[in-house]
């Protein structure tokens, strides 16, 4: 049974995870996809293509994506190089305290390069990333012309 991992599942935005996918065949071509539908409702995602070990697993922190959003050892990189589907919209979280972004990972057979809602994946999962720390204080700063907030860590 193949199954695709995020540690850890919930994180900061800034810090690293590792993603692993096990229970491929030895060699097998997949696909690995990241997606998140922001505040406004816009869908993101990345694609990377790679080829399973000899053990049936790929690691982006070890095995270099074929092709794709980005191509080499990337272990980000299905978040980091995230597209949007429309063109010239930026992925941009406004509620940084109230909600994270929960980015759902999958995994496909083969290289797909457009995915529709008749193509099951093999196996997801959903991360979240957060962009402030549980009891961090959020401080609105409006003084003169200067708007803003000041995060204050517990």
């Known amino acids: 049974m193949v199954e695709v991992t995020v540690t850890p599942q919930s994180s900061l935005a800034d810090r690293p995870v590792q993603i692993r996918v096990r229970g491929l065949s030895p ?3 997949v696909t690995l996809r990241a997606s998140l539908v922001d505040e406004q ?11 399973a070990d000899g053990a049936g697993e790929v690691d982006p922190g070890c095995h270099a994506a074929l092709g794709g959003s980005y191509a080499g050892v990337w272990p980000m990189g299905v978040f980091w190089f995230l597209q949007p589907d429309t063109l010239f919209r930026r992925l941009i979280k406004r509620d940084v305290a109230g909600s994270p972004f929960l980015v759902r990972l999958e995994v496909f057979d083969g290289l797909c390069l457009v995915t529709g809602p008749q193509d099951q994946p093999l196996a997801s ?10 009891g ?4 609105p700063i409006r003084e003169g012309r200067v708007r ?3 995060f204050l860590p517990p």
């Open 41 to 51: 409702g816009e869908c993101f995602q990345a694609r990377a293509f790679f080829r």
């Open 27 to 29: 060699s097998q071509l």
């Open 148 to 150: 803003g907030a000041l």
């Open 136 to 139: 961090m204080q959020r401080v």
């Open 125 to 134: 999962c959903v991360a979240e990333r957060w962009y402030v720390c549980p």
